[in-house]
């Protein structure tokens, strides 16, 4: 009878009571283009692709989701203007709305991306629904400066560590960023190691975005992506580009938007022989073609917990030069996918690019290379570790019932 069951509930396209695709998952995420958004919101499309429904809160639409797919809900968090806040209350609003969604969707657990203020606010989520017997796993994955910047500053550091311990299952996304968790903070639970991940399907068949509007043909094209914020050492990037164009005619493309904005600005004032040679093109929806014509992608970071921008200029074949902070030599490997030096070691990256951009087997070899790599790090290498981690967690959390 039980086969007969399964039989009629496959030909009606109708779930079986016991498949893991009835999972109903919250997705807790900030909705702007980081890479703890983007990672969030790929993972959550992806999951809702499979079949399983995916319910985002957040305090706008994220950046990136495709709200089509019927699987896919999106709960924007209200947050009441009232005078007697110099602050409005984004926490409390933001627990009261998981709660709501939780009870009103019979979600089956959750997963915050950032501890502050995801994982905090879906704790205290958690408590109100414990107090109605409704009570889900919450899974909790650290993505980089809420570990090594926001979260070690005094006034999150406790709130940080109390609500990590409080959550089911903890992943943070680089072996270096698990290390720095261990580090910083008393941690009493287990971490589990998931890598953020790229859709190399994304990367073929683009739409052919001219390169001759950046460069000529006997110019070659380096790129920074990033947020623009100090940790990204923006004027070593800068420094880079005006040592290899002394040497190698090219042109510098700097994708986004952030504080240091000026600083380049303020570069380009004190170099105005590069003014034609620096095309700032902030923030492209075309990113991927952008980064298919590059040949080289620039990566000074101080900081990194894992370095998806690498991946991603990996996954459009084209090799990194990048600092040996975090995460990255993870991603990056040295003399294969590109090169790597010490932070704030300007003449070695600048070497490393010439060396590159003067020799075109090398440049072709890297680039095949680096597309190899990116290929490990597919999704579907990497979303079936979160489902596999998403199973786990709710047996164990209803064995401790």
Do not use: W
Request: with cysteine; net charge negative; hydrophobic share 40%.
């Amino acid at each position: 009878m039980k086969t007969l069951k399964l039989e009629v509930e496959l030909k009606n396209n109708i779930k079986p009571e016991n498949s893991t695709l009835s999972m109903k998952i919250g997705i807790l995420c900030y909705p702007t283009y980081g890479g703890s958004g983007i990672v969030a919101t790929e993972l959550g499309m992806s999951l809702a692709k499979k079949g399983y429904e995916v319910h985002f809160i957040s305090s706008e639409l994220p950046a990136r989701l495709d709200m089509t797919n019927p699987n896919i809900f999106f709960h924007k968090v209200n947050v009441q203007t009232y005078p007697l806040f110099k602050h409005q209350p984004f926490d409390i609003a933001l627990s009261s709305t998981i709660y709501q969604v939780v009870k009103l969707y019979k979600l089956d657990i959750l997963h915050a991306h950032y501890a502050i203020p995801y994982a905090y606010a879906a704790f205290f989520a958690k408590q109100m629904l414990k107090e109605e017997n409704a009570d889900i796993p919450l899974v909790t994955t650290l993505h980089g400066t809420d570990i090594t910047l926001v979260g070690q500053h005094p006034s999150y550091k406790h709130a940080v560590e109390f609500s990590i311990n409080h959550s089911d299952t903890i992943t943070t996304v680089s072996e270096s960023l698990k290390n720095d968790t261990l580090k910083f903070f008393q941690i009493t639970k287990d971490i589990q190691v998931i890598t953020n991940f790229i859709d190399n399907t994304e990367f073929t068949n683009l739409a052919n975005c001219e390169r001759y509007q950046f460069a000529t043909p006997d110019e070659k094209i380096l790129i920074h992506v990033s947020n623009l914020r100090p940790v990204k050492r923006v004027n070593d990037v800068l420094e880079i580009f005006n040592k290899v164009e002394k040497s190698v005619k090219s042109k510098l493309l700097i994708l986004g938007d952030g504080p240091d904005l000026e600083v380049i600005n303020d570069f380009i004032h004190h170099n105005p022989h590069l003014i034609n040679k620096i095309k700032l093109l902030g923030k492209v929806d075309n990113l991927y073609q952008v980064l298919k014509f590059a040949d080289v992608f620039l990566l000074p970071s101080e900081q990194e917990s894992f370095g998806l921008a690498a991946l991603e200029a990996m996954a459009a074949e084209t090799p990194v030069i990048s600092s040996n902070a975090g995460g990255i030599p993870e991603v990056n490997t040295q003399g294969e996918t590109g090169f790597l030096a010490e932070v704030g070691n300007v003449e070695a990256m600048a070497s490393y690019a010439i060396k590159l951009l003067t020799d075109e087997g090398l440049l072709q070899e890297m680039k095949q290379k680096a597309k190899a790599r990116a290929m490990e790090f597919d999704l579907v290498n990497i979303l079936p570790l979160y489902e596999k981690m998403y199973e786990g967690t709710i047996k164990n959390f209803q064995n401790k019932k």
